[in-house]
C-alpha cells in the first residue's frame, strides 16, 4: 500500500492502481473521454490529465499508477488549461450538430465543451466520403464526423464481443473507426450486439431509427399499429426519465404507449412463453429420442450471427425456434387479425427491445409468413424514451396500467429471458413438469443465476441427468468453440446470449455513464427487477399461460403443422 496525496487529501492505495482508480473509488471525479471500467479505450484522450504537484506537470490519470508521495491536483489552473485545449482541439475536428442529434441530452463530450468553455476556431471540411453518415447497416449507424477517436468502441468490441470487428483504420492518412476497409457492418462478422454502441461518448454509433416509421405508421388512420417490449425494457426505460436504477417502470409503459396511441398494449414475455413451449418440446423430443446434444438456444440475433458467421458447422445444434420477438410478430399478423376480425396486412406491429441486434433480426428475409412481415419496426429501449418524449408525455408522473390481456399476458418464466440464465430456468420449469407429468413447487434454478460469463449445473428430470450451461459476451462464446466444448463437455442444453450479462444490458439500453459504471452495479440491478416480478408473480411457468393455451387451442392447434409454419425458422450458412 502506498500513500497519495489527492487535492490536499491522503488516500491508502495499492500501487497496481492507476490515479483515475483511486480517485474514482474515493468518488472524486476525473474527466475522460477514453477510459470506462471494462474497456479501457487508447488511453490517449489526454482529458485526464492532473497536476503533479512535485513537478508542476500534467500527468493522464489513466495511465500512472499510484506510489509513495504522489501529491496531484484534479482541478488547479494548469489542469483547467490543458482540459480546454484538449477539449479545443477535440472540437474543430467534430462536425457540431447538436440540434438533430439523438445524444444532446446526455453526450460526455458537450458536457465537457461546457464545463471547460471551449469555442470552436476552426471548422473541419467534411466533405469526405467517409464522413458521410453510414445508414447501410440494418442495425448500426455510424457518423464518423462525430468521432473522437477516443477508442471505447473499439475496445468494447474486443472486451465484450471478442470479435474486434470494429477497428481504427488508416485511409489516406486519415484515421477512421469501423469494420475493416470501412466496410458495412452486416456485411462483415460482426454480431450486431451493439455494445461499441453503448460505449460510444458521443452520437457517432447509434442504433439505425425506426422512430420516423413509426411516428408515420401511428399517423396513417388505415394502419393499425400494435406495440409489444421485451422482458428487460421494463427494467431499464426509467434511467431516462430520472427515475432510480432498478425501477420496475412495467405499467407506466402500458400507460405512456397508450396515450402514444398504439391500438394495442401487448407484451414480448407471451411470446417468451410460447417460446418455452415450442423450444421446449424440441428439447423433450431430443431427450426421448437420445440426441443429437447440445441443443442451443436461438433467442439472441447477436449469437445466431455468431454461429452463422464463424461456426457454421454448429447450425444444427440451434433450436429452430424462432425468437420471442419473431413469434409475437407471427401471432399478430396471424391470430391477432382472427380474434379483432381484421386484414393482416391492415396490421403495423412494433417491438420495443434492449438490443440493436433485433432490427437485423426483424429484417432477415425469412422473418415473414404469407409475405407479410413478421415485424414492421423495432425501438431500440432509448428510441422509446424519445418517442415518449416526443409526445409530450410526463413519463415520471403516470399511473400504472394493465396490459391487454390476449396477447399480453405473461408468466414470471416469461419475464426473466431478459437477464442472463432466465431462458435456461425457464425452459427447466416447463421441461421437468412436463416429462414428470408434475407440478413442482420449487421452481428456482438458482444455479444459473448471476453474471459470470460461464455457468454449469447438472439438472435430474425424471430420473435421468442432464448437464446444462448458459454462457453470455461474445468473448465467451469464442472461448467456448475454441475450447472445444461442444464435444469436451457432456452438455445437452446450453443457453447463448451475445451481450454480457443478458439483455438486461443490450445495446439498445439506455447509457450508463462512466461515474455509474464505476459505482453501480447496474446489471445487478435491472436484472433483480425482473427476478422480483417473477418471484412475485402467482404464475411462474410457461406452460400454465393461459392466453397462450387459448392461442393454441382456438387458433393454432387448428390447423396441423400450423405451430411449425409461424413460429419456427431455419438458418443460413454464409
Ligand atoms: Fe431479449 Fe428475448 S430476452 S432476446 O434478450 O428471447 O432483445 O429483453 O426480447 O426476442 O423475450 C432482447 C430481452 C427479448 C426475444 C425475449
Ligand atoms: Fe463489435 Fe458488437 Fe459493435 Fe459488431 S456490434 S462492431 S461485434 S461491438
Ligand atoms: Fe440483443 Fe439480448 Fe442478444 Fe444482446 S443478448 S444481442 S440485447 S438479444
Same mark, same amino acid.
Given at each position: 500500500?502506498?500513500?497519495?496525496?489527492?487535492?490536499?487529501?491522503?488516500?491508502?492505495?495499492?500501487?497496481?492502481?492507476?490515479?483515475?482508480?483511486?480517485?474514482?473509488?474515493?468518488?472524486?471525479?476525473?474527466?475522460?473521454?477514453?477510459?470506462?471500467?471494462?474497456?479501457?479505450?487508447?488511453?490517449?484522450?489526454?482529458?485526464?490529465?492532473?497536476?503533479?504537484?512535485?513537478?508542476?506537470?500534467?500527468?493522464?490519470?489513466?495511465?500512472?499508477?499510484?506510489?509513495?508521495?504522489?501529491n496531484?491536483?484534479?482541478?488547479?489552473?494548469?489542469?483547467?488549461?490543458?482540459?480546454?485545449?484538449?477539449?479545443?482541439?477535440?472540437l474543430?475536428?467534430?462536425?457540431l450538430?447538436?440540434?438533430?442529434? *439523438?445524444?444532446?441530452?446526455?453526450?460526455?463530450?458537450?458536457?465537457?465543451?461546457?464545463?471547460?468553455?471551449? *469555442?470552436?476556431?476552426?471548422?473541419?471540411?467534411?466533405?469526405?466520403?467517409e464522413?458521410?453518415?453510414?445508414?447501410?447497416?440494418?442495425?448500426?449507424?455510424?457518423?464518423?464526423?462525430?468521432?473522437?477517436?477516443c477508442?471505447?468502441?473499439?475496445?468494447?468490441?474486443?472486451e465484450?464481443s471478442?470479435?474486434?470487428?470494429?477497428?481504427?483504420?488508416?485511409?489516406?492518412?486519415?484515421?477512421?473507426?469501423?469494420?475493416?476497409?470501412?466496410?458495412?457492418?452486416?456485411?462483415?462478422?460482426?454480431?450486431?450486439?451493439?455494445?461499441? !454502441?453503448?460505449?460510444?461518448?458521443?452520437?457517432?454509433?447509434?442504433?439505425?431509427?425506426?422512430?420516423?416509421?413509426?411516428?408515420?405508421?401511428?399517423?396513417?388512420?388505415?394502419?393499425?399499429?400494435?406495440?409489444?417490449?421485451?422482458?428487460?425494457?421494463?427494467?431499464?426505460?426509467?434511467?431516462?426519465?430520472?427515475?432510480?436504477?432498478?425501477?420496475?417502470?412495467?405499467?407506466?409503459?402500458?400507460?405512456?404507449?397508450r396515450?402514444?396511441?398504439?391500438?394495442?398494449?401487448?407484451?414480448?414475455?407471451?411470446?417468451a412463453?410460447?417460446?418455452?413451449?415450442?423450444?421446449?418440446?424440441e428439447?423433450?423430443?431430443?431427450?426421448?429420442?437420445?440426441?443429437?446434444?447440445?441443443?442451443?438456444?436461438?433467442?439472441?440475433?447477436?449469437?445466431?450471427?455468431?454461429?452463422?458467421?464463424?461456426?457454421?458447422?454448429?447450425?444444427?445444434?440451434?433450436s429452430?425456434?424462432?425468437?420471442?420477438?419473431?413469434?409475437?410478430?407471427a401471432?399478430?399478423?396471424?391470430?391477432?387479425?382472427?380474434?379483432?376480425?381484421?386484414n393482416?396486412?391492415?396490421?403495423?406491429? !412494433?417491438?420495443?427491445?434492449?438490443?440493436?441486434? *433485433?432490427?437485423?433480426?426483424?429484417?432477415?428475409?425469412?422473418?415473414?409468413?404469407?409475405?407479410?412481415?413478421?415485424?414492421?419496426?423495432?425501438?431500440?429501449?432509448?428510441?422509446?424514451?424519445?418517442?415518449?418524449?416526443?409526445?409530450?408525455?410526463?413519463?415520471?408522473?403516470?399511473?400504472?396500467?394493465?396490459?391487454?390481456?390476449?396477447?399480453?399476458?405473461?408468466?414470471?418464466?416469461?419475464?426473466?429471458?431478459?437477464?442472463?440464465?432466465?431462458?435456461?430456468?425457464?425452459?427447466?420449469?416447463?421441461?421437468?413438469?412436463?416429462?414428470?407429468?408434475?407440478?413442482?413447487?420449487?421452481?428456482?434454478?438458482?444455479?444459473?443465476?448471476?453474471?459470470?460469463?460461464?455457468?454449469?449445473?447438472?439438472?435430474?428430470?425424471?430420473?435421468?441427468?442432464?448437464?446444462?450451461?448458459?454462457?453470455?459476451?461474445?468473448?465467451?462464446?469464442?472461448?467456448?468453440?475454441?475450447?472445444?466444448?461442444?464435444?469436451?463437455?457432456?452438455?445437452?442444453?446450453?443457453?447463448?446470449?451475445?451481450?454480457?450479462?443478458?439483455?438486461?444490458?443490450?445495446?439498445?439500453?439506455?447509457?450508463?455513464?462512466?461515474?455509474?459504471?464505476?459505482?453501480?452495479?447496474?446489471?445487478?440491478?435491472?436484472?433483480?427487477?425482473?427476478?422480483?416480478?417473477?418471484?412475485?408473480?402467482?404464475?411462474?411457468?410457461?406452460?400454465?399461460?393461459?392466453?397462450?393455451?387459448?392461442?393454441?387451442?382456438?387458433?393454432?392447434?387448428?390447423?396441423?403443422?400450423?405451430?411449425?409454419?409461424?413460429?419456427?425458422?431455419t438458418?443460413?450458412?454464409?
Amino acid at each position: 500500500k502506498v500513500t497519495i496525496r489527492i487535492n490536499g487529501k491522503n488516500f491508502l492505495a495499492d500501487s497496481e492502481e492507476t490515479i483515475l482508480q483511486v480517485a474514482r473509488n474515493n468518488n472524486i471525479e476525473i474527466d475522460t473521454l477514453c477510459f470506462v471500467k471494462d474497456c479501457m479505450g487508447t488511453q490517449e484522450c489526454n482529458v485526464c490529465r492532473v497536476e503533479d504537484l512535485n513537478n508542476n506537470s500534467l500527468i493522464r490519470a489513466c495511465a500512472t499508477k499510484a506510489y509513495e508521495g504522489l501529491n496531484i491536483n484534479t482541478n488547479s489552473k494548469l489542469v483547467q488549461m490543458g482540459k480546454k485545449k484538449v477539449i479545443t482541439d477535440l472540437l474543430n475536428n467534430h462536425n457540431l450538430k447538436c440540434y438533430t442529434c *439523438k445524444r444532446v441530452s446526455n453526450c460526455e463530450f458537450l458536457e465537457l465543451v461546457k464545463k471547460t468553455e471551449a *469555442k470552436l476556431h476552426k471548422r473541419k471540411d467534411f466533405s469526405r466520403e467517409e464522413y458521410q453518415e453510414d445508414l447501410r447497416s440494418k442495425s448500426i449507424s455510424l457518423d464518423r464526423s462525430k468521432c473522437l477517436r477516443c477508442g471505447r468502441c473499439v475496445s468494447a468490441c474486443r472486451e465484450k464481443s471478442g470479435t474486434e470487428i470494429i477497428k481504427f483504420n488508416d485511409i489516406s492518412g486519415e484515421i477512421f473507426v469501423g469494420p475493416e476497409n470501412l466496410k458495412c457492418f452486416d456485411s462483415t462478422n460482426c454480431l450486431l450486439c451493439g455494445q461499441c !454502441v453503448a460505449a460510444c461518448p458521443v452520437g457517432a454509433l447509434t442504433e439505425k431509427s425506426h422512430l420516423e416509421k413509426v411516428v408515420d405508421a401511428l399517423n396513417n388512420n388505415e394502419k393499425h399499429v400494435i406495440v409489444a417490449m421485451a422482458p428487460s425494457v421494463r427494467t431499464a426505460l426509467g434511467e431516462i426519465f430520472k427515475l432510480e436504477m432498478g425501477t420496475d417502470v412495467t405499467g407506466k409503459i402500458y400507460s405512456a404507449m397508450r396515450e402514444i396511441g398504439f391500438k394495442k398494449v401487448f407484451d414480448v414475455n407471451f411470446a417468451a412463453d410460447i417460446t418455452i413451449l415450442e423450444e421446449g418440446t424440441e428439447l423433450i423430443e431430443r431427450i426421448k429420442a437420445g440426441g443429437p446434444f447440445p441443443m442451443f438456444t436461438s433467442c439472441c440475433p447477436g449469437w445466431v450471427r455468431y454461429v452463422e458467421n464463424y461456426v457454421p458447422e454448429a447450425i444444427p445444434h440451434l433450436s429452430s425456434a424462432k425468437s420471442p420477438q419473431q413469434i409475437f410478430g407471427a401471432a399478430s399478423k396471424s391470430y391477432y387479425p382472427f380474434l379483432e376480425n381484421i386484414n393482416p396486412e391492415d396490421v403495423f406491429t !412494433v417491438s420495443v427491445m434492449p438490443c440493436v441486434a *433485433k432490427k437485423f433480426e426483424s429484417e432477415r428475409p425469412e422473418m415473414e409468413n404469407n409475405n407479410i412481415r413478421n415485424i414492421d419496426a423495432v425501438l431500440t429501449t432509448r428510441e422509446l424514451g424519445e418517442l415518449i418524449k416526443k409526445y409530450g408525455i410526463k413519463f415520471e408522473n403516470l399511473n400504472d396500467s394493465e396490459v391487454d390481456p390476449m396477447m399480453g399476458t405473461y408468466t414470471g418464466a416469461g419475464t426473466i429471458f431478459g437477464v442472463t440464465g432466465g431462458v435456461m430456468e425457464a425452459a427447466l420449469r416447463s421441461v421437468k413438469d412436463i416429462l414428470e407429468n408434475n407440478s413442482l413447487e420449487n421452481v428456482d434454478y438458482k444455479i444459473v443465476r448471476g453474471f459470470e460469463g460461464l455457468k454449469e449445473a447438472t439438472v435430474t428430470i425424471d430420473g435421468n441427468n442432464y448437464n446444462v450451461a448458459v454462457i453470455s459476451g461474445g468473448k465467451t462464446i469464442s472461448k467456448f468453440f475454441s475450447e472445444n466444448m461442444i464435444k469436451n463437455k457432456n452438455y445437452h442444453f446450453v443457453e447463448f446470449m451475445a451481450c454480457p450479462g443478458g439483455c438486461i444490458n443490450g445495446g439498445g439500453q439506455p447509457y450508463v455513464t462512466p461515474m455509474e459504471k464505476e459505482n453501480k452495479d447496474y446489471k445487478n440491478l435491472r436484472g433483480e427487477v425482473l427476478y422480483s416480478q417473477d418471484k412475485n408473480s402467482n404464475l411462474r411457468k410457461s406452460h400454465k399461460n393461459q392466453a397462450v393455451l387459448d392461442m393454441y387451442e382456438n387458433f393454432v392447434n387448428k390447423e396441423e403443422h400450423l405451430h411449425h409454419h409461424l413460429f419456427h425458422t431455419t438458418y443460413t450458412n454464409r
